[in-house]
Each structure stands twice: as C-alpha cells, then as structure tokens.
Nanobody
Framework: QVEMVESGGGSVTAGGSLRLSCTGF????????MGWFRQAPGKEREGVAA???????NYADSVKGRFTISKDRDKNTLYLQMHSLRPEDTAMYYC???????????????????WGQGTQVTVSS
C-alpha cells in the first residue's frame, strides 16, 4: 500500500512526449523533497529526476534536457514532463517523497520514504 498515485503513462513512439502526474500525498503541501524513479524488468530502480524544498532540481544524465520535474502545491500534484522519448526510457515510473525536509534531491532510492504504485511508460522505435 502506498500514499501516492501516479498517472499519465502510456505507449508512444520514439520522439514522442508524455506527462506523468503524482497526487494524493500530504507531503506536497509540506513541500517535501520529491522524486521520480523508474524500473525496467530485471533492472534495479533508478532515479530520473528530483526536486528539493527550495526548487533545486537534479536529473539523471540520461534524461537531462528531455525531462522536467515540477510541483503544483495548490493542486497537490507532482509532474514529470517527458519529451523526445527513447525506447530505453521504457519502464514503470514511480513518484516518491522524502520525509526528511532537508533532503537534497537524491536520485538514489534509499532516502525516500513514500512511494506510488507506478505508471507504465512504453516507447517503441
């Protein structure tokens, strides 16, 4: 059981775009550090993008310049806007929250305390 719900995944061709959303966690109003992670079958979960309390962002090199993480605190929603999608972006995508208010937008899964159920992104060539 998780406290957050992701949506917006789907199947697209290479070069396409998707916007993922994450809702349902009180941490949005508390402005906790948040992140997006992904996991493909047989692989470890990896960090994609993260954002701190003050808005500082951190991106994996593989998505830098293509993905953008953002928050809408009034709507209690975390977003991941994805452009120029590649087949290697195919994975289950998860949103996560770090209960440590002083977290530093880590792309390592360990510091995150709360996770959504995931939304599938599939990119075909």
């Amino acid at each position: 059981q998780v406290e957050m719900v992701e949506s917006g995944g789907g199947s697209v061709t290479a070069g396409g775009s998707l916007r993922l959303s994450c809702t349902g966690f009180q941490g949005f109003n508390r402005n906790l550090p948040m992140g997006w992670f992904r996991q493909a079958p047989g692989k470890e979960r990896e960090g994609v993008a993260a954002v701190t309390r003050d808005g500082t962002t951190n991106y994996a090199d593989s998505v830098k310049g293509r993905f953008t993480i953002s928050k809408d605190r009034d709507k209690n929603t975390l977003y991941l806007q994805m452009h120029s999608l590649r087949p290697e972006d195919t994975a289950m995508y998860y949103c996560a929250a770090d209960a440590d208010w002083h977290g530093g937008a880590s792309l390592f899964p360990g510091p995150y305390d709360y996770w959504g159920q995931g939304t599938q992104v599939t990119v075909s060539s």
